[in-house]
């Protein structure tokens, strides 16, 4: 029933990119070993409704007040690879803070922390396949794969599909940012694929004098999901 | 109308706090199953710990069954946690059951694996048996490497001294590689 769907190689980054110097001693080596999805992998988990609270698609108002930076609203729609909205699936989102640190022990950037972001939310997609978050946007930072390297501004997005088969980890950028030309991270990726990672500027989805809006949809794509199952 | 997939990019190192859960080693079932543990280390090319790894597990029930949608915290069958500074993880399950595929093939008992990492510019997929080598020979995956010694590197092998532990090394790279999948 798979008709031609898109190669992996035309869409996702290979392990190794030399430019990024985390991949040397952890990208695998040996080809991957093609094969039929089982029955669990064309399955995924299903997470109750109740594993997700409205409040934490909104990263703004985890502290006592609001936390610095340009306030942004994210929405966009999660698809699979026809085409079909992905229902009712589990999108999680971190990401740095607007001075560009994130509250991680690891991350000793000398950039303030803010007390009242914590950089983490969650939400699950509508019936259109549709999500919605509040959030500031978060600034850059540098990190030492190479000289005076900066990441640029970006978002994490994680998903779960409609199968375990298109599980997905990926990070949003925005418009116009001039350090996606030097990033190693976003440049990985095959050239026709990296518009994708970009969101688009939609300020009718914004908040008239509040919040910046912004589009980012997602589409999964891994084996076709059976009928069985959920 | 074909939609142009997203590419993955890198977990990066800096996902603890946002996505670990404080129970996510601990899988959940509906029903009783034995409980085992799977346990192990993610080691790099240099074989230095593989210390950020996000290592998730996907698996059906004792009697076979993948889970569906139920009430608990949290889904079942599926695992999530983070490897520490040895690069060990450990989750805590039931045992899968055997099951069939659409058709007829004979999956021997399993998880289906994926790590994130820092330098992990995409997932890696894979699954590791908890069979010995010997009864897993029908299994499609073990048909496709057609190979004992790469397919060693996905057999747990029960702790001698605790039965219900099975351990588990993964090489991400080099010497040992483990075999990696792709759909």
Request: proline residues 10%.
């Amino acid at each position: 029933m798979t008709m031609s769907r898109t190669l992996d190689a035309d869409v996702h980054p290979p392990y190794a990119h030399p430019d990024y110097k985390s991949t040397h001693l952890r990208a695998p080596k040996r080809p991957l070993v093609r094969v039929a999805p089982s029955p669990l992998e064309t399955a995924g988990p299903v997470f109750p409704k109740h594993f997700v609270k409205d409040a934490e698609a909104d990263l703004t108002t985890w502290g006592k007040s609001a936390p610095l930076g340009e306030k942004m609203v994210l929405i966009g729609r999660v698809l699979d690879e026809d085409g079909r909205p992905v229902r009712r699936s589990l999108v999680e989102v971190w990401q740095a803070n607007a001075s560009g640190r994130y509250p991680h022990p690891v991350d000793d950037h000398d950039a303030p922390l803010d007390p009242n972001f914590l950089g983490k939310g969650q939400v699950l997609t509508d019936d259109e396949g549709r999500y919605r978050i509040v959030t500031i946007k978060p600034g850059a930072y540098p990190w030492l794969n190479h000289p005076f390297g900066w990441r640029p501004a970006h978002i994490h997005l994680s998903l779960f599909g409609s199968a375990y088969g298109h599980r997905l980890i990926t990070q949003m950028f925005f418009p116009g940012d001039p350090l996606l030309a030097i990033d190693p991270i976003f440049n990985s990726v095959p050239e026709a694929a990296r518009p994708g990672l970009i969101a688009d500027l939609a300020l009718e989805h914004g908040v008239e004098g509040v919040a910046l809006g912004y589009r980012f949809d997602i589409v999964l794509r891994g084996p076709p999901a059976t009928p069985m199952g959920v | 109308m074909m939609a142009k997939p997203t590419a993955s990019q890198t977990v990066g190192p800096f996902f603890a706090r946002e996505l670990l859960w404080s129970d996510g080693g601990e899988v959940l079932f509906p029903g009783q199953g034995e409980r085992i543990v799977l346990t192990g280390h993610v080691f790099d090319g240099a074989g230095a710990p593989v210390i950020d790894a996000l290592f998730e597990t996907w698996q059906v029930d004792g009697t076979g069954r993948v889970p569906t949608a139920g009430e608990a915290a949290r889904p079942y069958g599926y695992g999530r946690v983070s490897t520490g500074a040895d690069g060990g993880y450990t989750i805590e399950t039931v045992r899968p059951g055997s099951f069939t595929g659409p058709g007829g093939e004979a999956y021997a008992p399993q998880l289906s694996v994926t790590i994130f990492a820092r330098g992990l510019l995409k997932a890696v997929r894979t699954r590791v048996f908890l069979a010995p080598l010997d009864a897993i020979k029908d299994d499609p995956l073990a048909r496709a490497i057609d190979d004992p010694a790469r397919l060693r590197t996905l057999v747990a092998t029960p702790d001698p001294h605790e039965p219900k532990t099975y351990r588990w090394d993964v090489r991400l790279q080099g010497q040992g590689e483990a075999v990696f999948i792709e759909f």
